[in-house]
Each structure stands twice: as structure tokens, then as C-alpha cells.
């Protein structure tokens, strides 16, 4: 469980690095509207550093699967919505990302339902 403590803190880490940027130096150059994504992305990825540092705590077994899922599900819905927060000050195409960000959320959701069913299940 120490990937998913490492992760849990690292999100935690970024989410807060990040916000102070947007709140600041990033309101000046990024549309109101990216700021906005930009807020979305840093508060999931928040509330998925604290739930990996908590489920690396509980005594639950297949809970690697569950971290796994918060992991790649967060990588893949944040960082898509941060990169493409700044697509309006790149001159890179990133559509191909669109498809990105709800895979992440559906990630998300699935370790959020494995982790239900877990607790449910839990003699």
C-alpha cells in the first residue's frame, strides 16, 4: 500500500501547487472558463489523494485494486482536463483527449463501487 500513500499525498501535493498557481499567476494569462476546469481537476484530484491515503489504511482485502483504479482513474481525468485547460495558449491539437477525461471518471466511479461493495461485504 505504499504506492497508493505515495499517490494519496502526491495528488494532495499537486492539488494544492496547482490551485495556488490557478488562484494566481493563472487567472492572469488562461480564461475564466479553463480556471474553472482547472478547479474541477484539482479538487478531484484532492478528494482521491485523501481517499488513497485513507483506504491504504483500512483492512480490506483487494484494496490494490481500489488504489489502482483512483490512481489511473485521477491521472487520467485530471491531467486530461489540465492539459486541456491550457489548449487556448498551446498551439498543439489535444481533441484527442476529450475521450480522455470521462474514461478517468468512469475509473473513478468503478473504485468507488469496488470499495462500496467491499465495505458491504466486510464481516
Do not use: C, Q
Request: proline share 3%; net charge positive; charged share 15%.
Amino acid at each position: 500500500m505504499k504506492k497508493a500513500k505515495i499517490f494519496g499525498v502526491l495528488f494532495a501535493l499537486m492539488s494544492v501547487i496547482i490551485g495556488a498557481l490557478s488562484s494566481h499567476a493563472l487567472k492572469k494569462i488562461l480564461p475564466e472558463t479553463a480556471i474553472d476546469s482547472i478547479e474541477v481537476s484539482i479538487r478531484y484530484m484532492m478528494y482521491h489523494g485523501l481517499g488513497l491515503l485513507i483506504i491504504s489504511f483500512l483492512p480490506l482485502k483487494e484494496k490494490k485494486y481500489i488504489s489502482n483504479f483512483f490512481i489511473v482513474g485521477t491521472i487520467l481525468f485530471s491531467f486530461s482536463i489540465l492539459i486541456l485547460s491550457f489548449k487556448s495558449k498551446l498551439n498543439i491539437n489535444f481533441s484527442w483527449l476529450g475521450p480522455v477525461t470521462p474514461i478517468g471518471g468512469s475509473l473513478l466511479i468503478i473504485g468507488w463501487i469496488l470499495l462500496l461493495y467491499k465495505l458491504i461485504r466486510e464481516k
